[in-house]
């Protein structure tokens, strides 16, 4: 891969560019695997960063992804809009539309897309709207716009990403639990690894998952919820061990609905950047049989982002 850049923009200080150089994973993904959490940035000389951002990160473009995806084993993308680009989906677009039919999208709307735009979405590999509840990257959305957004969206046959923190799940079940469509959460919904696993907070998530059978869990971003360790880095293959428990619950118990990504290239990480190699082979840690490995790569991202070939 070609080193990271910065264009035009100066990044937050202190931002951990992406790895460079990953190493191969030991772990052979199966035929078909999709990374379903991913993103680009920019790069911000033709894709500039939203003037409401809360962060300005290394460029990391759509020839740096696809790329990765080819080095890791990847067969396919689900690119997810990021804050820093705002409601700006051009970069998504432009990277969709590249991939040749190998990615698809996840998008930020606001409540005056017209119908048109959203056509224009769709047709470029857009399936989902993501609407983010995490206090440090977006200021407040009325409920009712996002609502309002979840019902347009509903007739296109899209779903809705949700990303918020453990914390926040008793004040946000009611919205959560009122949307029409399939309903995908980020990173588990940012359990802290530090509680016990059948303590109250993860059983909630638990709840919310088992009641609720259009809830889809994203069991990614070890990286990011690890408090012990270790990184995934000089060639550690049994990384952030604290957080395979977690994982690796919500995979047994909800098999048909959990989805994997690397979240390359990894925004707003403060302790270090990890090796994209060596995460991939943390996902036999939480998927330990063949079946589930191809439920979680494979047959569940595409039901939900290609489900005319699935
Ligand atoms: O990349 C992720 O999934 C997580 C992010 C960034 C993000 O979600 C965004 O900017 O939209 C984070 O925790 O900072």
Redesign the pocket.
Known sequence: MSKPTTGPFTKTAGWLDWYDGPSQPQFRLPSGSVDA?C?VFGPGDEFPYAPER??TPCDASKAQLFALRDHLGFARNVI?????HGADNRALVDALQAAGGKARGVATVRRDVSDAELERLHAAGVRGV?F?F?K???DFTPRDELMDIAGRIAKLGWHVVI?FEAVDLPELWDFFTRLPTTVVV??MGRPDVTKSVDGPEFELFIKFMREHANVWSKVS?PE?LSVSGPPALNGERAAYRDVVPFARRIVQSFPDRVLWGT?WP???LKQHMPDDGLLVDFIPHIAPTADLQRQLLVDNPMRLYWPEEA
């Open positions: 959490h993103h809360k962060y997810v809009q990021a804050t820093c993501r983010n995490v440090r990257l977006v990303y980020d990173h971003c990011r979240d990894h925004p707003n």
